[in-house]
T-cell receptor, first 117, second 112 residues
Framework: SQTIHQWPATLVQPVGSPLSLECTVE??????LYWYRQAAGRGLQLLFY??????ISSEVPQNLSASRPQDRQFILSSKKLLLSDSGFYLC????????????????FGPGTRLTVL | AQSVSQHNHHVILSEAASLELGCNYS??????LFWYVQYPGQHLQLLLK??????LVKGIKGFEAEFIKSKFSFNLRKPSVQWSDTAEYFC??????????FGKGTMLLVSP
């Protein structure tokens, strides 16, 4: 069966420091991968998605970037964190497919709670 | 761009009450529809989904949802809620090759 891991689970970082959040998926190959930010009362906001290694699409321009160095690894980064980057970050995967279909069911990881002070 | 509207941000019910959470979306074409649930301290998990076929979809834990194309709606229902249904519920929609758009969520509190 497929599993998705995120780490760290919680993180407290000072403003201006760098960020690296990692997501890995097991039990599947060539998944579509997604990064979301969840804010209370605002639902889930898609930040980035990837249909393959090195292929990143950004949904919202901001202080963050994403990379996919391996098929089942997705990394969310920042060079300098802002206070507004605080939030709950979720990684998700779905089945890949020809043409980069993105309509399959998405499965979510446990999330990372980031607090920027 | 698609949008998803969940009408109630907070719902409080007593155990055994019936539940209906509203969800409306804006896209007029073919859509895939989902309800996700997030129990306190747990992962966001899939409750049910609709891709095609019977518009009445049954999910886990006694939940069901009905897709009404003419109303652009996909309301979630449960005839009798339990305390363990306390959670946040999210409606989500995608279409074609688009990514998933989530509603803002509804926090359900069931009192014993």
């Amino acid at each position: 069966s497929q599993t998705i891991h995120q780490w760290p689970a919680t993180l407290v970082q000072p403003v201006g420091s760098p960020l690296s959040l990692e997501c890995t998926v097991e039990g599947t190959s060539n998944p579509n991968l997604y990064w979301y930010r969840q804010a209370a009362g605002r639902g889930l906001q898609l930040l980035f998605y990837s249909v393959g290694i090195g292929q990143i699409s950004s949904e919202v321009p901001q202080n963050l970037s994403a990379s996919r160095p391996q098929d089942r690894q997705f990394i969310l980064s920042s060079k300098k964190l802002l206070l507004s980057d605080s939030g709950f970050y979720l990684c998700a995967w779905s089945g890949g497919g020809a043409g980069g279909r993105r309509t399959d069911t998405q499965y979510f990881g446990p999330g990372t709670r980031l607090t920027v002070l | 761009a698609q949008s998803v509207s969940q009408h109630n941000h907070h719902v409080i019910l007593s155990e055994a009450a019936s539940l209906e959470l509203g969800c409306n979306y804006s896209y007029g074409g073919t859509v895939n529809l989902f309800w996700y649930v997030q129990y306190p301290g747990q992962h966001l998990q899939l409750l049910l989904k609709y891709f095609s076929g019977d518009p009445l979809v049954k999910g886990i834990k006694g939940f069901e949802a009905e897709f009404i194309k003419s109303k652009f709606s996909f309301n979630l229902r449960k005839p009798s809620v339990q305390w363990s249904d306390t959670a946040e519920y999210f409606c989500a929609v995608n279409s074609g090759y688009s990514t998933l758009t989530f509603g803002k969520g509804t926090m359900l509190l069931v009192s014993p």
